[in-house]
Nanobody, 117 residues
Framework: QVQLVESGGGLVQPGGSLRLSCAASGSRFSRYRMRWYRQAPGKQRELVATITSVSITDYPDSVKGRFTIFRDNAKNTVYLQMNSLKPEDTAVYSC???????????WGKGTPVTVSS
């Protein structure tokens, strides 16, 4: 069973930055498509960043130009660099791993981010 552990969340002022990390267990990390999702209270879960096994990235318009996803396969870790944060970015951020060979999906428990003055 693959475990995903997020870290790096916290309280930040509008306009500030945070870097989230998601560390994965196991030996197949480099093969995973990795995603960051967020869910704000009372709202549906939203996809905020994707990185493929060959490091192709994609973002929704809501975060494009402000968020950057990148991975370090040597550390089994994916990161989400969040800049120019807005109050509407407040949510619990979770990472997701998808193994397209084994057709398995894994989730972390999430890390909370609060953007407030």
């Amino acid at each position: 069973q693959v475990q995903l552990v997020e870290s790096g969340g916290g309280l930040v002022q509008p306009g500030g930055s945070l870097r989230l990390s998601c560390a994965a267990s196991g030996s197949r990390f480099s093969r995973y498509r990795m995603r960051w999702y967020r869910q704000a209270p009372g709202k549906q879960r939203e996809l905020v960043a994707t990185i493929t096994s060959v490091s192709i990235t994609d973002y929704p318009d809501s975060v494009k130009g402000r968020f950057t996803i990148f991975r370090d396969n040597a550390k089994n870790t994916v990161y989400l660099q969040m800049n120019s944060l807005k109050p509407e970015d407040t949510a619990v951020y979770s990472c997701n791993a998808y193994d397209s060979t084994l057709l398995l999906e894994y989730w972390g428990k999430g890390t909370p981010v609060t953007v407030s003055s």
